[in-house]
């Protein structure tokens, strides 16, 4: 469940013209709270011109390092975005909710692997982490990152992501790709098929890559995806993250019905029966009731809203979190499901 509490802005780093990274003051009595797995985000909320504005974020620091920064890129008519570009400053503080999300890698210390990223402009975020932890703590481990943005200064994190390959030089491979700029050791263009064939097929066609994670664009998402699949690669090894909804071709067509669903929601241990339209969604119900259900972005992209079917049926719309094995035990997502009979049974906390 999300559970938000105050933090204070530690510091406030400018990264590139277009971003920067808010670090927060975890108390001492909540550090448990705020500890992370690797790949992790955080939902920050906030009033912006008296409405509530909720976003998440992925967490681009290591576990280890027990210090929680995300990163955020202003986006045009960016709502939060361009705020916390333009407004914050350290000492303010932010409602911020403990961590969470399924594109995670969890170190064990024993390991010896290949790890390899592909990530594109703000989609390096979540990879950041991820790299750190795999050199941080998987000593005999090493890392590919395959790294698209369209010039050296829109590359979000370029100096860390140097000063790992200096600190890591026989562990760490980074090929960086500008599609806007010719560049001395990087590709020109975007990260495309012949970009992942390069890596598996080329610079590591002797080498097994044991897990793949995508961050980024859709687009380029589903093209990685499906090259690596042509390569013969795994799909259980295949992890990916979306930084915006899907586009309308790849949702489900929800026939909307002018039926009623007797619903019962659980929220925090607390049981709420009501009546709702088969055409609101499990969460737009829940929230016009006043209830307390987890959300964020409302599009399908991030985990917070999930949910467990205990009873009745309800389909999604889209669903780029959930498997197939997870949706079969009745796992949804609230503001992608509709109820498809009469009566239904939700439990946010049984997740």
């Known amino acids: 469940m999300s559970q938000f509490n105050t933090l204070t802005i530690s510091d406030i780093t400018r990264q590139t013209d277009q971003c920067v990274t808010l670090t927060f003051a975890v108390p001492e009595n909540l550090k448990q709270d705020y500890a992370f797995k690797a790949g992790q985000y955080i939902t920050l909320k906030t009033k912006i011109n008296d409405a509530e504005v909720r976003r998440d974020y992925s967490l681009c620091s290591s576990p280890s390092s027990g210090i929680l920064t995300v990163a955020v890129k202003a986006v045009p008519n960016g709502t939060f975005s361009t705020y916390a570009n333009s407004s914050l400053k350290a000492g303010d503080t932010l409602e911020v909710a403990k961590p969470q999300g399924r594109f995670v890698f969890e170190p064990k210390a024993s390991e010896e692997r290949t790890i ?25 481990s090493h890392f590919v990152l395959v790294y698209g943005n369209k010039t050296v200064n829109d590359t979000i994190f370029l100096a860390d992501i140097l000063a790992l ?10 090929q960086f790709l500008y599609s806007q700029s010719q560049e001395e050791n990087a590709l020109f263009g975007r990260i495309e098929k012949s970009t992942v064939n390069l890596i598996v097929k080329n610079k590591y066609k002797h080498v097994t890559i044991d897990a793949f994670y995508l961050c980024g664009p859709e687009a380029m998402i589903n093209t990685v995806k499906e090259v690596l699949v042509e390569n013969n690669i795994a799909e259980n090894t295949i992890h990916f993250e979306l ?30 029966t009501f009546t709702m339209s088969q055409k609101q969604t499990v969460l737009e119900a829940a929230l ?15 985990s917070s809203c999930i ?5 009745g049926q309800a389909i999604m719309r889209q669903n780029n979190i959930l498997t197939d094995a997870e949706v079969a035990e009745g796992l949804i997502l609230t503001c992608q499901a509709h109820p498809t009979t009469p009566t239904l049974v939700v439990d946010y906390d049984d997740v």
């Not at 949910?307 to 009873?311: H, K, N, S, W």
Request: proline residues 5%.
């Open 165 to 174: 390959h200096h600190q890591y030089p026989e562990r760490f491979y980074v």
């Open 288 to 302: 016009k009731q006043d209830l307390d259900a987890p959300y964020s972005c409302q599009g399908g992209v991030c």
């Open 243 to 272: 930084f915006t909804a899907a586009t309308q071709n790849t949702t489900t067509t929800v026939e909307a019905t002018d039926g009623n669903t007797q619903i019962t929601v659980t929220v925090d241990d607390e049981s709420e």
């Open 116 to 140: 390899a990223a592909f990530a594109a402009g703000s989609g390096i975020t979540p990879i950041l982490s991820i790299a750190k932890t795999v050199l941080e703590q998987e000593p005999k």
């Open 307 to 311: 949910a467990r079917v205990t009873d």
